[in-house]
């Protein structure tokens, strides 16, 4: 099926949902294809500046749609299954749910019996069609996990994992959105403090960060290896790396994300 004839409900379209529709729309699928729905119908100006379905009404976007996109919080999950129960069809309908930490299994028993669940860990990259989406399923049919890739392989790449690396997922890939932006913020005032104005420190980090991304993407090389072609000895680079480590840059990396999969098992 041609995801640009499918009508998709976006249940949830706050910053992640956001970016999924204008990520999809940016792919090619219609605006009109697209029914949306958040909460608080005073903040819907943006999105249907989108021309997209864009309302408060969780079931009627439901009924309208092949594929339901859950994209609320989780502390939110329950009131929205809950609503849309008698609105969904395990005969003609897929779920995919963004949620954080919330399982396949705990979804299901929310829902009508036969219902086909499958999970996604985008990130707000989607935006741009350059999100990284972990997908895992279990027991659905064939062509509802390729329905699922060929969404969001439109809005960037996609991988296969188990459902236990779900959350480690969330961390490294979605969470991992925030850490990069942090990352980029302390280049920039780092860069700004050796004589940059802002923007053009801004300008050299970001591009310098994709050139980064690229080499390893492309070359399918270790970091170790690229950061060995750019450390002279007794240079600049290998004085200021060796500065970051004995400040504890790759301890306080790692140390972040253990924190944040706390977070979400705990
Ligand atoms: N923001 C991110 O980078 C990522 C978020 N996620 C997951 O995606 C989900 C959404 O996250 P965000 O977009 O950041 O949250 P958000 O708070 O920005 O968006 C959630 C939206 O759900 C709406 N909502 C709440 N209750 C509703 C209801 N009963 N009916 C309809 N809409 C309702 C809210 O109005 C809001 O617009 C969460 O489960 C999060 O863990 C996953 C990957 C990345
Ligand atoms: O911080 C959060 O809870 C969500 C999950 C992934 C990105 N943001």
Known sequence: MDIKTLKIAVIGVGNLGNALVSGLIESGVPATNIYATRRNGDKLEEIKKLRVHAGTDNRFAVKQADVILLCVKPFNYQVVLDEIYDDIDPLRQLVVSVITGVSIETLAAKMPSGMAIIRAMPNTA?????????????????????????????????????????????????????????????????????????ETAGNIVQHTVKGAATLLLERKTHPESEI?????PKGCTIAGLNEMEHNGFSSALIKGLKASMTQIDH
């Open 126 to 198: 989607a935006d741009v069609k350059e999100s990284l989406t972990c997908i895992c399923h279990n027991g659905v049919e064939d062509y509802q996990v390729e329905l699922t890739l060929k969404i969001f392989d439109a809005l960037g790449t996609t991988i296969i994992i188990k459902e236990e690396l779900m959350n480690s997922a969330t961390v490294l890939g979605a969470c991992g959105i925030a850490y990069v932006m942090r990352f980029i913020r302390a280049m920039v005032q780092g860069g700004i403090e050796i004589g940059f104005d802002a």
């Open 228 to 232: 060995d072609k750019v450390t002279t």
